[in-house]
């Protein structure tokens, strides 16, 4: 039986790619169970797709003709997966060697915990407060764009977006997931569907989020001793761009209360 599916989305990130897949390897290794790893490239024109097959034969290598988007893209693997717990990953993040085997500990120990985040951290060791996030809710939106959000960050009232009055070495039960490491229990996911891929990128992990805590599962964030975090790479403006965009969108509303045709979430 196959323990672990991790699936990672690349764009024109070969370097990144390349460096996150090391790492990858070196936390399957430690896992020590079976493991299945995705990439799906979207068209990438930077030698991604060339390198994987050179560099990482034993990773099962999707590649797209044009860019359907970060939905689609995960979906596709997904659909393939077969892990008992399947986690996306971003394609410019480390992980350490213990973090998958943690984190596969920790959901084992929580039948009833349907998906998981880590502790991430920029290059610099710094901790990224995307690691835990609330629902996005017109009010909570409201509070961050006005600066009250920033001007109290540990209220319970106006510190909601990012959670700000829970401790970062502690485990919580949390309402929103990063998509830049979202580890999912594959029946959880059967219950509440894949990705939606209405959205090309952004806000598809916190609709997710948002459908798994409605279906009764629960989501949190685990942060054992700091070797078990992700530590997003960050040695350039463009990387530290990619960590720090997981904001995602401001106010989230359920597409079950919108028109049809109607936008699900209002972005920055």
Same mark, same amino acid.
Not at 119 to 141: C, H, I, N, W, Y
């Given at each position: 039986? &196959?323990? /672990?599916? @991790? ?7 070969? !370097? ?6 090391? =790492? &990858? ?5 430690? /896992? ?16 991604? @797709? ?11 290598? /999707? $590649?797209? #003709?044009?860019? *359907? ?11 393939? $997966?077969?892990?008992? !717990? #399947? ?7 480390? &992980?350490?060697?213990?973090?998958? %085997? %943690? ?14 985040? @880590? ?21 909570? $939106? ?5 600066? /009250?959000?920033?001007?109290? *960050? ?15 070495? #502690?485990?919580?039960?949390?309402? @929103?997931?990063?998509?830049? +490491? ?16 209405? !959205? ?9 989020? !948002? %459908? ?38 401001? =106010?989230?509303? *359920?597409?079950?209360?919108? *028109? %049809?045709?109607?936008?699900?979430? +209002?972005?920055?």
């Amino acid at each position: 039986m &196959v323990k /672990l599916s @991790v699936v990672i989305v690349n764009y024109n990130v070969c !370097y990144f790619l390349e460096q996150t897949l090391l =790492s &990858v390897r070196t936390a399957v290794a430690a /896992l020590g169970q079976l493991t299945e790893v995705f990439v799906v490239d979207n068209n990438s024109a930077d030698n991604s @797709v060339a390198m994987v097959r050179a560099r990482f034969p034993e990773v099962i290598l /999707l $590649a797209n #003709q044009d860019n *359907p988007g970060f939905s689609k893209a995960n979906n596709q693997a997904l659909r393939r $997966a077969t892990g008992q !717990y #399947q986690l996306l990953l971003n394609p410019d993040t480390l &992980v350490e060697e213990s973090t998958f %085997r %943690r984190c596969c500990d920790f959901m084992d120990a929580h039948p009833r915990c349907g998906g998981l985040g @880590v502790q991430m951290l920029d290059g610099q060791g710094r901790f990224l407060p995307e690691s835990k996030r609330g629902l996005p809710t017109p009010a909570v $939106a409201f509070y961050k764009i006005f600066g /009250l959000a920033s001007l109290f *960050p540990k209220s319970r009232t106006f510190g909601r977006y990012h959670l700000g009055f829970l401790a970062k070495d #502690q485990a919580h039960e949390i309402e @929103v997931l990063s998509g830049a +490491f979202m580890l999912l229990r594959k029946t959880a996911l059967d219950q509440v569907g894949l990705l939606d891929e209405d !959205y090309f990128m952004y806000g598809e992990d916190i609709d997710l989020s !948002y %459908r798994l805590t409605r279906a009764a599962g629960k989501t949190g964030i685990f942060r054992a001793p700091a070797f078990c975090t992700t530590r997003a790479r960050a040695p350039s403006a463009r990387a530290l761009t990619t960590c720090l965009c997981f904001t995602g969108p401001w =106010s989230f509303l *359920p597409k079950s209360t919108l *028109p %049809r045709t109607g936008p699900a979430c +209002f972005r920055r």
